[in-house]
Structures are given as structure tokens and as C-alpha cells.
């Protein structure tokens, strides 16, 4: 194989679900593909990448900071589901079963690997309910963003290892700020992802939590 070849399949095979045969078969795709084409996926992938950023309430990837949810009028701004990742986001709102606000961890805490407290967006979760220990302002900057005192705050990490204790370890910690804590029913099989599960078992993790 060709060097740049061999370099781009190198490249696709990074990509999450994508094997050594199937980015051989995008990279031979790829170079048979007329050159305009290429130029605006590769277009396409500078300007995803360049705009879009965290919105600065809710940690979630936007254009716009703060993103079109935190500045939704008709979601109830009392409830925060707390998800891992941007997908978990998109699986539960899917199913418009949940109309409140959400938090963006961006990762789960798992101590095999090495990732701590500090590692994923914990700490913005405790600013936004208000009590960052020293930081007077409190509360975020994003303008427009309709932030109200939070009632519950809703973990709904994946039942694995690490999901369970990073929903322990979130109670633990925004649970003295005097907000209520409950946790998704585990109507999910063990290990599944959130972003695989359809919607009524969403629907019903969600519907059956409990306060932690
Ligand atoms: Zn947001």
C-alpha cells in the first residue's frame, strides 16, 4: 500500500467504530472520489471543529454560547439531567419525556484509568448550582441563559462500573448544596449505553428514578 494511502487509513481507522477493513475501504472510497467533493468534507470537518465549542451553562456542544437549551424558555430550568457525553444528551431528549435542563460530564470517573474529579466537568456542575467554595460570583456568566434555583438534579450515567461511581461521587458532592439528588432507575441491561437504548426504556429509566 502506498504511503499516503496506508497514512489516511491510519488516520480513519482513529475514528470510534471504525476497524482496520472498514477505513480501508473509506480511504480506497475516498481516492476515487472527485476532488471537489473532498475539498468540502474536508471543508466541512475544519469548520465543525472551529466553531462549535462548549456552551459555558450546560457544557454541551454549541455554535451559540449559551446553546439553544440553556436559553429554552419552555424547558424547566429546576431539573438537570446530568449525562456523560453529548450523545447520552441526544438519546434522552430524543424521546421529549424529559423537558429540563441538562450537564455534560464529558466522561465518567474510572479510577483504573485514571481519570479523576478533575477530568471531566464536575466542577462546572457545582458552580452552576451555585456553591463553587470561593467563588463569590456564583453562578455562570452566560448571558440569556435562563437560570433558576435548581430543585433536583437527575444522574443518569450508564449502570457500568464507572457510571455507578461517578453518580455516587456527584451525590456525594452537590448533595449538601441542598439540592435533591435521584438517580435513573436501572431499566438499562448492565454496561449499555445510554445513546443504544430506545426510547421507552429511556422513558422508564427516567420515570422510575429514585432519590439517592
Ligand atoms: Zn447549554
Known sequence: MADPIRRL???????????????????????????????????????????????????????????????????????????????????????????????????LLSPLEGIGPDDIRLAELVRRLGAAPGDDAGRPSGAGAQIGPVREVIIATSPSVDGEATAMYIARTIKPLGVQVSRIATGLPVGGELEYSDQATIARAMAGRATM
Open 9 to 107: 487509513v491510519q488516520e480513519l481507522a482513529r475514528l470510534p467504530g471504525i476497524g482496520e477493513k472498514t477505513a480501508t475501504r473509506l480511504a480506497f472510497h475516498l481516492i476515487r472520489t472527485n476532488r471537489q467533493q473532498i475539498r468540502d468534507l474536508a471543508q466541512a470537518l475544519v469548520d465543525a471543529t472551529d466553531k462549535i465549542r462548549l456552551c459555558s451553562v450546560c457544557m454541551n456542544m454549541t455554535e451559540a454560547d449559551p446553546c439553544g437549551m440553556c436559553t429554552d424558555p419552555r424547558r424547566d430550568g429546576d431539573t438537570i439531567c446530568v449525562v456523560a457525553t453529548p450523545s447520552d444528551l441526544i438519546a434522552i431528549d430524543r424521546g421529549g419525556h424529559f423537558r429540563g435542563r441538562y450537564h455534560v460530564l464529558h466522561g
